[in-house]
C-alpha cells in the first residue's frame, strides 16, 4: 500500500513585495510527512505557480504569493499525492 504524504505546521508570513502598486504577498511555510509522521525529503511543493522541494527535514518555504485561495498540492514519485485547499491571508492577518 502506498504511503500518504501529509503536510503539517503550516504557518503563513505576509510581507509586501515590488509587484504593481506594492502589492502583499505571503510565504506560505510547512513541514511534509508521512502518514507515519517520517518528514519527505524532495517533495515538490506548488502553491498556484510557485514551488519548492522539501528539505531532508521534509520543511518547505514558498513565497511571494499573493493572498487569496489556492490549491496547496504535495508530490514525490511513489506516495499518493495530497491536494488541499488553502488561504492565504492579505497582509496584516494573523
Known amino acids: 500500500m ?3 504524504l501529509v503536510v503539517a505546521g503550516l504557518l503563513l508570513s505576509t510581507g ?3 509587484l504593481a502598486a506594492q502589492t502583499p504577498v505571503t510565504t506560505v511555510r510547512g ?3 508521512d502518514s507515519a509522521g517520517t518528514p519527505i525529503a524532495s517533495a515538490e511543493v506548488i502553491v498556484g505557480r510557485r514551488s519548492a522541494l522539501t528539505s531532508a527535514l521534509g520543511a518547505f518555504v514558498v513565497d511571494s504569493i499573493i493572498p487569496g485561495r489556492y490549491t496547496l498540492t504535495v508530490r514525490k514519485i511513489g506516495l ?3 491536494r488541499e485547499g488553502i488561504q492565504v491571508p492579505g497582509a496584516g492577518l494573523t
Open 2 to 4: 502506498p504511503r500518504s
Open 16 to 18: 509586501a513585495a515590488t
Open 31 to 33: 513541514i511534509v510527512r
Open 80 to 82: 499518493t499525492p495530497v
